[in-house]
């Protein structure tokens, strides 16, 4: 099943799927608050049918855990040495890498040659404002356009 074509029911099924009681998903779906319209939702069928497929969905995914994970990725990676050779021993160092990954025990870091900058991209659907586009960018003359794309100075 696919998410429910209104929005806010779609919502209100994954904050029950979630735990939350009919009454409080209700009213943080955007709905007005009231008990019995919220109790006539959640028995909804397809409320009722999205509801349980996203439990379910939740169910695998906790039944993998980072043990699992890692157990199979040392499993590839003694199959790989055994196996031997450049290719071999390329996937196994590939594995152990993983594994070790996956633990904290190796971070990916990279590092611009000039200083070591923390880069945070926020993702939206407002475009920038001219004003919050020179405070952003220090380019006079330049904005976004209305389809969000900068357009070059003149």
Known sequence: ???????????????V????????????????ENRQNAHRLASDPDVRARIAEM???????????LADVTEHLKRIAAAAEEEGGAPGL??????????AK??????DKSESESESVNVTHTITDKPMSDEEWVAEYGAEGTGPAEDGRSTPAP
């Open 17 to 32: 799927a979630e735990g939350r009681t009919a009454a409080e998903a209700y009213t943080e779906a955007g709905f007005r």
């Open 1 to 15: 099943m696919s998410p429910l074509r209104n929005g806010r029911r779609e919502r209100f099924a994954q904050l």
């Open 90 to 99: 390329s996937v196994a160092r590939a594995a152990w890498m993983d594994v």
């Open 102 to 107: 996956l633990n904290g025990l190796v971070v």
């Open 55 to 65: 439990q379910e969905r939740g169910a695998m995914r906790a039944e993998i855990t």
